[in-house]
């Protein structure tokens, strides 16, 4: 079955460095989502991409879909405190799915 | 735009009990999807909904589960014969319809304990 696979596992780092997550499916994906997880919160929906090689920004977050569309990443610029939480992506498979998987997430721990 | 509810936030129980969870999705939203999520893992797929119809079901899922969105609009998951394996967050999403439509909506979830 899918898989989808992302590292690190967790990151600390001081307030104001950058901070990257990367996901990494075992199949092609139609589309990928990103999901933020606050501690004690649920899943809140941040953006989807479904274009091969697009880039999308809101604010400090920059997002890419690989090109083959079997990976994407998520850049936090200059973290925040408010950045704290646990960073999910969710891939979909080709074919017409609406199911995705979702992978273990990020924790991000942002020191001040 | 009240966002997607559940009922009850926590429910515990005793092993071999039966429970039954509630979802109320954001309300023009067709898809309507359950997850299980345990401490340190992503959310894990259970079932899902196209309008009343459930489409997929995950291979996984023991015939102790069992879920229904009999109009279209609410859902229910229930357990019977809860284990202490059950013991996990359930969570609810939904998605609106059209295209590409991928972007789910979780509500708080259900926090189940099983003792």
């Known amino acids: 079955g899918q898989q989808v696979m992302q590292i690190p596992q967790y990151q600390h780092v001081q307030e104001g460095e950058d901070f990257t997550t990367y996901c990494n499916s075992s199949?092609?994906?139609?589309?990928i989502q990103w999901y933020k997880q606050r501690p004690g919160g649920h899943p809140v929906f941040l953006i989807q991409?479904?274009?091969?090689?697009e880039v999308k920004k809101q604010k400090r977050l920059t997002f890419q879909f690989g090109e083959a569309k079997k990976n994407s990443s998520l850049h936090i610029t200059a973290t925040q405190t408010t950045d704290v939480g646990t960073y999910f992506c969710?891939?979909?498979?080709?074919?017409?799915?609406?199911?995705?998987?979702f992978g273990r997430g990020t924790s991000l721990i942002v020191h001040p | 735009d009240t966002g997607v509810s559940q009922d009850p936030r926590h429910k515990i129980t005793k092993r071999g009990q039966n429970v039954t969870f509630r979802c109320d999705p954001i309300s023009e939203h067709n898809r309507l999807y359950w997850y299980r999520q345990t401490l340190g893992q992503g959310p894990e797929f259970l079932t899902y909904f196209q309008n009343e119809a459930q489409l997929e079901k995950s291979r996984l899922l023991s015939d102790r589960f069992s879920a229904e969105r009999p109009k279209g609009s609410f859902s229910t998951l229930e357990i019977q014969r809860t284990e202490q394996g059950d013991s996990a967050m359930y969570l609810c999403?939904?998605?609106?319809?059209?295209?590409?439509?991928?972007?789910?909506?979780f509500g708080p979830g259900t926090r189940l304990t099983v003792t």
């Open positions: 999403a939904s998605s609106p319809p059209g295209i590409p439509g991928y972007e789910q909506y």
């Open positions: 199949t092609t994906l139609s589309n």
């Open positions: 969710a891939g979909t498979a080709t074919g017409g799915s609406y199911i995705p998987t």
């Open positions: 991409l479904v274009k091969s090689g």
